[in-house]
């Protein structure tokens, strides 16, 4: 399996893919290893993922130029994104006791109740590329904190990343057999969903989601779902600062080349002040360095995916073709790489693809609104409910929009931010299940309830 630099197209590594026999023993392994992993002592599996998180940091540059070199994310944003998913560990470290620990609901009477919460066993997580450590440590260091052994499947396109999370898993204290990597492209996949695992968590398109739910079914197992996004954002004409907000929105389009699952994807504008907000929205993007991605002050790299680069165009043609304006980019950039220029277009609306389905890359479209309603109406015009923001200088009224809108997360005045504290979680076409905050410390285990009479 060639590990290819998208910002050059050339093969960085090869890797050999696992084949059905080391697939079949390591997850063997996970189940012996899953049996003692379980048995040591929750503060002790707390402090072996802290251990882990020092270790990040201590290999913090080595790490970021890995992530860069293999999907391509500008190095700051490498950086940015491992330091950010500290984060998790420091929410685990302060809540992991609390959520985890036997609680007693009554001692009432004659009975006391009792509640107890145990691993689920082994789970499979196949995971994501645009953000494998904030995605990844959103299930497996909520899986081994709980007592499960967990079979973890990279992307294919941040494989050298993975390797590197089992690496310093293991010298943090994790069992090697308790943490398995399995490195291929989808007919591992499908081995994993053959297997006879616990539990299966899935980052990434709503197409692949769907088939995995549809395959483990007959299981009854969990399944947690974490799927895309067609994310919209609303400015009202209130907004504080329309430069401001235009600069906030075009980051959180843009961001990561706009391969976020939470990114900006539409962008909704009262009439009022559109043609100020679009004005100051194309300066801000016309500022974007492109380029190499370990040059310092890039801020748009490659596309990670060479296929990508096709439905983007493909949605601005279909878009040209029905009336909308390319203000800005919408072209392939440089001789070598996977490289298109952040596309921003106006005159669009929701018989173009671009508002429609999922660009999962650097390209917006900037529609005109006349009122609240109007707005509300085309946000929630989507197959997708994972995120909505809008930037108002009325919570109240922002606040009451967003509450209609049937997504998990709503922004009220900023946008594309996920904090351990809260779920994450997808509606429709988005996904299911819970990760992150009291839930998901929980989501990796089953309740065992306890009536227990003197």
């Known amino acids: 399996m060639n590990i290819i630099n998208p910002a050059t197209g050339s093969t960085i590594e090869k890797l050999t893919e696992d084949t059905p026999v080391e697939v079949n023993n390591k997850i063997a392994a996970l189940i012996e290893g899953q049996k003692i992993w379980a048995k040591v002592p929750l503060e002790e599996r707390v402090a072996i993922i802290i251990k882990y998180g020092d270790l990040v940091m201590e290999n913090l540059d080595e790490l970021a130029k890995i992530l860069s070199l293999e999907m391509g994310k500008p190095i700051q944003q490498a950086i940015n994104e491992i330091k950010g998913a500290q984060n998790r560990i420091d929410h685990i470290q302060k809540d992991a006791l609390k959520w985890l620990q036997k609680e007693i609901i009554t001692e ?64 943090a204290g994790i069992p090697q057999n308790a ?61 504080a600062d329309v430069k401001q907000a235009a600069i906030n929105a075009a980051e959180g389009a843009f961001y990561n080349n706009g391969q976020s699952c939470c990114a900006v994807e539409r962008v909704y504008v009262h009439e009022k002040i559109y043609d100020e907000f679009v004005a100051a929205f194309v300066d801000e993007v016309s500022t974007y360095k492109i380029g190499d991605p370990m040059e310092e002050g890039t801020f748009i790299g490659p596309l990670t995916r060479a296929d990508q680069m096709d439905v983007i165009l493909s949605q601005i043609a279909d878009a040209k073709n029905k009336g909308a304006k390319v203000l800005y980019g919408g072209e392939r950039w440089g001789d070598k790489g996977y490289y298109l220029t952040p596309a921003v277009l106006s005159n669009v609306d929701h018989s173009m693809d671009l508002m429609k389905e999922e660009s999962f890359g650097p390209i917006i479209g900037i529609q005109k609104v006349k009122n609240d309603q109007e707005a509300f109406e085309l946000m929630k015009d989507t197959a997708y409910g994972l995120t909505a923001a809008v930037f108002s200088g009325n919570e109240l009224r922002a606040k009451e929009l967003v509450e209609g809108l049937p997504t998990g997360t709503v922004y009220v005045n900023c946008c594309d931010r996920v904090s351990p504290n809260l779920p994450w979680t997808g509606r429709k076409n988005s996904g299911m299940g819970v990760t992150l905050s009291y839930m998901g410390i929980r989501a990796f285990t089953q309740p065992k309830a306890y009536q227990l009479r003197g």
Do not use: H
């Open 108 to 171: 009432e009477g004659a009975t006391r109740e009792e509640i107890t919460f145990e691993p689920l066993g082994v789970i499979a997580n196949i995971s994501a590329w645009n953000f494998p450590y904030n995605v990844g440590y959103n299930v497996f260091l909520y899986a081994l904190l709980a007592g499960n052994a967990v079979a973890y499947k990279p992307s294919e396109f941040a494989s050298l990343t993975g390797l590197k999370f089992r690496d310093l898993l293991w010298e």
């Open 179 to 239: 943490f398995g990597c399995f490195i291929g492209g989808a007919e591992v996949g499908e081995m994993l969903l053959e297997a006879d695992l616990d539990g299966y968590f899935f980052t990434g398109s709503y197409k692949t989601g769907k088939y995995i739910a549809q395959k483990v079914a007959s299981k009854l197992v969990p399944v947690q779902l974490e799927l895309g996004g067609k994310d919209p954002l609303y400015v009202m004409e209130d907004v």
